[in-house]
């Protein structure tokens, strides 16, 4: 069983910044994928931004340029950093892993971030 813990949430005001950690009980060398979510009251579960083993990400087109998704191999760790956050920013943010194929996947317990304007 692969544990994952995010941390890092919180509030903040507009145009600020924080960065989620996604800390895994497992190297990550090991995770073929990681990535964040992020729901919003009454909305779906959607997916923010990816990386994977070898280190190619991709990113929601709402957070494209004000997002960084990384990770520290040395610390099992994944990372969202983000910047110029707006309101609609706000929502539980959760991690999740995939790991070998057919994944065996794995979601964190969430994170919530709200942006006041």
């Known amino acids: 069983q692969v544990q994952l813990v995010e941390s890092g949430g919180g509030l903040v005001q507009a145009g600020g910044s924080l960065r989620l950690s996604c800390a895994a009980s497992?190297?990550?060398?090991?995770?073929?994928?990681m990535n964040w979510y992020r729901q919003a009251p009454g909305k779906q579960r959607e997916l923010v931004a990816a990386i994977t083993s070898g280190d190619t990400t991709n990113y929601a087109d709402s957070v494209k340029g004000r997002f960084t998704i990384f990770r520290d191999n040395a610390k099992n760790t994944v990372y969202l950093q983000m910047t110029s956050l707006k309101p609609e920013d706000t929502a539980v943010y959760f991690c999740?892993?995939?790991?070998?194929?057919?994944?065996?996947?794995?979601w964190g317990q969430g994170t919530q971030v709200t942006v006041s304007s």
């Open positions: 999740y892993a995939a790991i070998g194929f057919p994944p065996l996947t794995y």
């Open positions: 497992i190297s990550i060398l090991s995770i073929n994928r």
